[in-house]
């Protein structure tokens, strides 16, 4: 496998006289028999340069579509219609919106304490199985995939013991013979 970023990161300027503030830096990946390009314009807001990634030749971005991203954020900040974070600034904003499993199960249950039957129930079934699987992580690094396992997990591990047919989200499962239980492809 490949990796993306090249041996020589340095930007080159795309072109000073038709793209004014675009740059790029080509990448270890080829794209049409050529190293890849990875675009970037610049803008200065107060004495800070900051730089914004746009995208990849092979993403069908070019120069032009990197000069127009670049004039919206100028015409944004002349307007003050927008906002130019840097970076660090976007990642911070990221982090406190994206919360954890637990953050979440939390101000739910403080939320609906007395105002839902069985919430007792509920907060030691997330205590006994979800949070320990799930708490840690964010809510954008949760995928499908994660929830089919847990589910085929919890079902699993339910029919091991059940004797009676039951419906876990939607199928039907019985309990399995001489103590066999599902297969599970992690």
């Keep these: ?25 080509e990448m270890a990946v080829q794209y049409n028999g050529k190293p890849d390009r990875c675009y970037y314009y610049t803008i200065k807001v107060g004495a ?31 307007d003050g219609t927008t906002e130019v974070l840097t970076p660090k ?12 499993i637990a953050e979440l199960g939390q101000v739910y249950f403080d939320i609906k304490t007395g105002s839902v039957k069985g919430i007792k129930t509920d907060l030691n079934r997330f205590e006994k199985h979800i949070k320990p699987k799930f708490g840690s992580r964010r809510v954008s690094q949760i995928v499908p995939v994660d929830i089919e396992y847990f589910k085929k997990r ?23 013979s001489a103590g066999h239980c599902c297969v599970l492809n992690p």
Excluded at 6 to 24: C, D, E, F, L, M
Excluded at 48 to 77: F, H, M, Q, T
């Design 154 to 176: 919890a079902a699993c591990s339910v029919v091991r013991y059940s004797t009676f047919a039951l419906s876990f989200s939607g199928i039907s499962i019985t309990k399995p």
């Design 48 to 78: 800070k340069k900051i730089w914004k990634k746009v995208g990849r030749a092979s993403e069908g971005i070019g120069p032009e579509i990197a000069a127009e991203y670049r004039a919206r954020a100028l015409v944004g900040l002349a």
């Design 89 to 100: 600034e976007e990642r911070e904003e990221t982090l406190s919106k994206d919360k954890t």
């Design 1 to 25: 496998m490949q990796k993306n970023i090249s041996t020589n990161t340095k930007r080159i300027r795309a072109h000073a006289q038709k793209w004014p503030g675009v740059y790029y830096y």
